[in-house]
């Protein structure tokens, strides 16, 4: 087989993987479909980690306070900015985070300080950067519940404004809805897992069980490891896609997303770093070799593919769409996340962590 059959036929099998889960994520994928503007949720405590967040907060503290809930806690995790005045100043109830102890990432480490301060039966833990339109969180523990699960996590639409961050980011939306059905993610099985740490729901008694963010805390992706450690415990993990009444602006530029994007691509390899050579060459294969190619049906399918994630995330904007032009590049945009992953040290938010040794 040559080269060029070898790039094609890899690429055929990717794409029509992918579009195959999407098409199945379509139908199954559960969404939040309404909001109860004036709930009261006397059991919830929203806890929300925060370091040096001054830029997101204004955007954000409103919509944490409407929803409702018992409690709201930020835990300034020794902040450079004005995150802690910021935070007080809404009202919200702002904790000293202590020390990062050995052994401990920071994100595990505030969370938990979190944990150990709230009074509610459920954990709302949501990051500094999401978005929540008032009665949101209601509406999702509508499901939550019904559902019996232990947690809950929810995917916040991507709100991209400017060309950097429409380079890389929506990449999460694409991992999420096209590595695995829904059927396979409701399995118990820990290897079936997808979590999100940026909007993570617990029962209280299901957190306490695991030990907490202890369970995971040397992990850059904590999230779902946290997944998997509670179905290891025989507790039922479940998810969401937050449409338009949650939604998150992860990043303000290319190189924070690079940054940011590197920071769990090891992690997501399983520490392995051989794999990531030959994720890079598959996913070239499959969108940038058809244009090379010039191969009309593998660049339809791939366009096909850009067009429905956002569709179901309810990314229907004109920019939004537009970004599927964007899908050849990926390859060549990514190669900065691909080259800081394979670092022994990765830095996030001021920190240094080693990661895996493969």
């Known amino acids: 087989m040559s080269l060029r059959q070898a790039a094609t036929a890899a690429a055929w099998g990717l794409l029509a993987y992918k579009l195959g889960t999407l098409l199945v994520n379509a139908v199954t994928f559960p969404r939040l479909s ?56 809404a009202g ?5 985070g202590q020390s990062l102890p050995s052994g401990w990432h920071g994100k595990p480490w505030a969370c938990q300080q979190l944990a150990e301060a709230a009074r509610g039966d459920l954990l709302v833990f949501t990051d500094a950067d999401v978005t929540w339109e008032p009665g949101a969180l209601a509406g999702a523990l509508d499901y939550f519940r019904e559902s019996g699960a232990d947690l809950m996590t929810v995917w916040p639409q991507q709100d991209n404004r400017t060309l950097g961050e429409r380079l890389l980011t929506p990449l999460v939306d694409d991992v999420l ?44 992706l904590e999230d779902v490891m946290l997944a998997r450690a509670l ?27 690079a940054q940011g994007f590197s920071r769990n691509l090891l992690s997501f390899h399983g520490g392995q770093r051989a794999l990531l050579p030959l994720t890079w060459a598959l996913h070239f294969a499959a969108y940038t070799w058809p244009y090379l190619s010039g191969h009309r049906a593998l660049i ?49 938010k001021g920190r240094s962590y080693q990661q895996g040794e493969n």
């Open 177 to 220: 809805l096209t590595l695995l059905p829904w059927p396979v993610l409701n399995i118990p099985h820990r290897s079936a897992s997808a979590a999100n740490g940026q909007v993570m729901i617990f029962r209280r008694a299901a957190y306490d069980g695991l030990g907490g963010h202890a369970a995971v805390r040397a992990e850059l």
């Open 231 to 257: 179905k290891e415990a025989g507790g039922h993990v479940t998810l969401m896609l937050g449409g338009k009444h949650v939604r998150v602006r992860m990043y303000r530029s290319y190189a924070e997303s």
């Open 300 to 348: 339809a399918v791939g366009l096909l593919e850009g067009l429905t994630v956002r569709i179901l995330t309810r990314r229907t904007r004109p920019a939004d769409l537009l970004e599927v032009l964007l899908t050849p590049m990926l390859p060549f945009t990514s190669l900065p996340v691909y080259a800081q992953a394979a670092r022994r040290t990765v830095i996030w």
């Open 92 to 96: 919200v109830t702002v904790l000293q």
């Open 34 to 89: 309404h909001t109860q503007p004036h709930a009261t949720l006397p059991d919830v405590s929203v806890l929300i980690p925060a370091r040096d967040e001054a830029r997101n907060l204004p955007q954000t503290l409103p919509g944490y306070l409407a929803q409702g809930a018992g409690e709201v806690l930020l835990l300034d995790d020794h902040s450079t900015d004005e995150t802690a005045a910021l935070a007080q100043a």
